[in-house]
């Protein structure tokens, strides 16, 4: 059983960042697709941004040019930084996982394993 445990969000002013954390425990096999998403109450989740361990990175289109995503395949850990923050970018992030494969996309149901979420709020 895969574990994620998300850290680092937190409430910021718009224009400000944040940098989310995601470390995984339990892989059994080598290789993986670690990804962020977001999610409103009562709205669907939202794919950001997933990176593997042959550094393939996937980005929503909403968010290129703002969100880095990277990983310490070392550590089986990804970051997501998070630049030039807008309240529209409040939300409930997830990490999720998926073992033994390299990314293909960003629909949820891609991915086997999450995490708890952290809030990230950003106020105007």
């Known amino acids: 059983q895969v574990h994620l445990v998300e850290s680092g969000g937190g409430s910021v002013q718009s224009g400000g960042s944040l940098r989310l954390s995601c470390a995984a425990s339990?892989?059994?096999?080598?290789?993986?697709?670690m990804a962020w998403f977001r999610q409103l109450p009562g709205k669907e989740r939202e794919g950001v941004a997933a990176i593997d361990t042959i550094g393939r990175e996937i980005y929503a289109d909403s968010v290129k040019g703002g969100f880095t995503i990277s990983q310490d395949s070392a550590k089986d850990t990804i970051y997501l930084q998070m630049n030039s923050l807008k309240p529209e970018h409040s939300a409930m992030y997830y990490c999720?996982?998926?073992?033994?494969?390299?990314?293909?996309?960003?629909?949820?149901?891609?991915?086997?394993?999450w995490g708890q979420g952290t809030q990230v709020t950003v106020s105007s």
């Open positions: 339990g892989y059994t096999s080598n290789g993986w697709c």
């Open positions: 999720a996982a998926l073992q033994g494969s390299w990314c293909s996309g960003l629909r949820p149901q891609f991915f086997t394993y």
